[in-house]
Nanobody, 123 residues
Framework: QVQLVESGGGLVQAGGSLRLSCVVS????????MGWFRQAPGKEREFVAA???????SYADSVKGRFTIARDNAKNTEFLQMNSLKPEDTAVYCCAGREYGGNYRAVSDYNNWGQGTQVTVSS
């Protein structure tokens, strides 16, 4: 059984930074396509960033240039470095994975999800 566990969320002032982590267990992490999604109150879950097994990255336009996705296959961990945070980045951030996946940007593309970590950006 695959498990995804996020950490690193918290409260930060606008302009600040946070680094989220997602540890994957139960399968060979190196074969997983991974992504980050977020959901703000009253809104649908939206794509943030994705990284393929080979390291190809993609980003939502709203975070491009501010957020960086990365992975460490030796540590079974995916990261999301978030800089220049804005109040509109406030949301629950979830990591997602799909074994043998590609450069996926849709919620329906992923079949493994973490429970999420809260990120709150104050103005």
């Amino acid at each position: 059984q695959v498990q995804l566990v996020e950490s690193g969320g918290g409260l930060v002032q606008a302009g600040g930074s946070l680094r989220l982590s997602c540890v994957v267990s139960g399968r060979t992490f190196a074969s997983f396509a991974m992504g980050w999604f977020r959901q703000a109150p009253g809104k649908e879950r939206e794509f943030v960033a994705a990284i393929t097994w080979s390291g190809i990255q993609s980003y939502a336009d709203s975070v491009k240039g501010r957020f960086t996705i990365a992975r460490d296959n030796a540590k079974n961990t995916e990261f999301l470095q978030m800089n220049s945070l804005k109040p509109e980045d406030t949301a629950v951030y979830c990591c997602a994975g799909r074994e043998y996946g590609g450069n996926y940007r849709a919620v329906s593309d992923y079949n493994n999800w973490g429970q999420g970590t809260q990120v709150t950006v104050s103005s």
